[in-house]
């Protein structure tokens, strides 16, 4: 991985317990901060390769955990994998039938940083609307929903957004996150943003109601 990678004590230690990255830890501090997963949740994760997230996600549910990336993602015991880009509907329309009804859905998807601060933040944000798009087209009500965004121009307008689709809407900065790092999670909780037809309800019935 090179001098950079080995003296990142963070990631010596996701090696040490076997996830696939350091990232690991941010979704592990989510949790414990803001319990967004129950032991029954089923799960959808955008932008999840290399599989870190996955991993976590795995440990923490009995559901259904799907992930989607662009890239391949190595196969993880009992998590179903789709290569595509959840921007698209046909994406969007592959994991209906794989997930009768989604309690979470997170992204720790991030642009191709050109290097260009401006302009990577605001891919950024758009990245997130998408998947805050994606959300609001499969989470059951009362679901929650976390995202890697950037601050900078135009994130108070994008957390707005996340606000009024859901109950709680909070920032949170991970330790594990790299110093100088600019990037950070919103978490939402309580979904509220569309009505639901009798036939999406009814698949949910089996699931644990109520806010977290």
């Not at 317990?17 to 990232?23: I, K, V």
């Not at 595509?84 to 994991?95: I, Q």
Request: proline share 4%; net charge neutral; with cysteine.
């Amino acid at each position: 991985m090179g001098s950079q990678w080995s003296r990142d004590k963070v990631y010596v230690r996701a090696v040490k317990e076997g996830y696939r990255s350091r990232a690991a830890y941010k979704l592990r501090e989510i949790q414990e901060r803001y319990h967004i997963i129950r032991e029954t949740d089923n799960i959808v994760d955008l932008g999840a390769s290399p599989g870190s997230w996955l991993q976590v996600e795995r440990e923490l549910t009995a559901g259904i955990v799907v992930g989607i990336d662009l890239s391949y993602i190595p196969p993880i015991e009992n998590v179903i994998t789709i290569t595509g880009d959840f921007t698209h509907s046909h994406t969007l329309e592959a994991v209906r039938p794989l997930m009768p009804c989604t309690s979470v859905v997170l992204s720790d998807a991030s642009p191709k940083l050109s290097g260009q601060k401006t302009y990577d933040q605001a891919r950024a944000i758009e990245l997130g609307e998408n998947a805050l798009l994606f959300a609001e087209r499969i989470l059951k009500p009362g679901g929650n929903f976390v995202v890697k965004s950037f601050q900078g121009q135009d994130f108070n307008t994008f957390i707005c957004r996340v606000r009024d689709h859901f109950l709680s809407a909070r920032t949170f900065r991970p330790h594990s996150t790299r110093k100088g790092s600019t990037e950070i999670y919103i978490v939402a909780k309580n979904f509220i943003g569309r009505e639901w037809n009798n036939e999406s309800l009814k698949n949910c019935t089996n699931e644990t109601e109520g806010p977290l």
